[in-house]
């Protein structure tokens, strides 16, 4: 939030907040997928999103674009129940998510933005299988006593995006996000492998597709019209 605050200081000319909401298609990947979904097979967790954004111009096509955004990410991963019998899991993770400096090309309304992010990981969930019945546990976010296969806390990566604004305020955008911290960490120094090496973290990631609608409230100083004589 700060560096909304920031940029929109240091803006030449327009500086537009706004908010937006939109729909989530997550996943996700890396070379370790089957020690989380058996066979390695996972289909996208449909979720949602919700922020605030800050458009702060910098130059007469080049903007930057801060973003503050709760989250909904993960997978539906294939697990085994007690019996070796295979059902759908949805694996659930909730973020807060920051992009501080997405770069981004700006012409009349339409954007083109690239930049990083940082993630903060609020609560996490999986499903498992009692009987024929799915139960949601929790325990894999992690707690004190656990060694391995918990939930790494914090997330960063890289963001693509399109977005579109009308003149009225009203934006519509897609984008793609990739992370590049492991999901899961298995707690190195404490825990041993059977043949006496260390276990490293699983290199499973974050990844996903959304789509979103925002408002802009108005720019802070807008070109002023010639006058006519």
């Known amino acids: 939030m700060t560096s909304l605050v920031w940029f929109a200081s240091q803006a030449q000319g327009e500086t537009s907040l706004g908010i937006k909401v939109g729909f989530t298609s997550a996943n996700v990947s890396g070379p370790d997928l089957s020690q989380l979904s058996t ?32 989250i909904q990410k993960g997978s539906i991963v294939q697990l085994n129940d007690n019996s070796g019998q295979p059902y759908k899991s949805k694996f659930k993770s909730q973020y807060i998510d920051v992009y501080p400096i997405s770069a981004t090309f700006h012409y009349k309304g339409f954007q083109i933005l690239a930049g990083p992010y940082v993630g903060m990981l609020l609560n996490s969930s999986i499903q498992y299988d009692s009987s024929g019945k799915l139960y949601t546990n929790s325990s894999i976010f992690g707690y004190a006593a656990a060694l391995k296969s918990y939930r790494q806390k914090l997330d960063a990566g890289i963001v693509l995006g399109v977005e579109y604004e009308f003149k009225w305020g009203i934006s519509i955008g897609g984008r793609y996000t990739k992370g590049f911290v492991p999901l899961f960490e298995n707690a190195a120094t404490l825990v041993t492998n059977p043949t006496g090496g260390p276990l490293p973290s699983q290199k499973i990631y974050n990844e996903n597709i959304s789509i979103s609608l925002g408002y802009s409230f108005g720019r802070h100083q807008q070109e002023k019209k010639p006058e006519k004589k």
């Open 39 to 70: 066979g390695g097979g996972t289909s996208p967790l449909t979720g949602f999103h919700v922020g605030l954004y800050v458009n702060s111009k910098v130059g007469k096509y080049f903007w930057i674009k801060s973003e503050v955004l709760t």
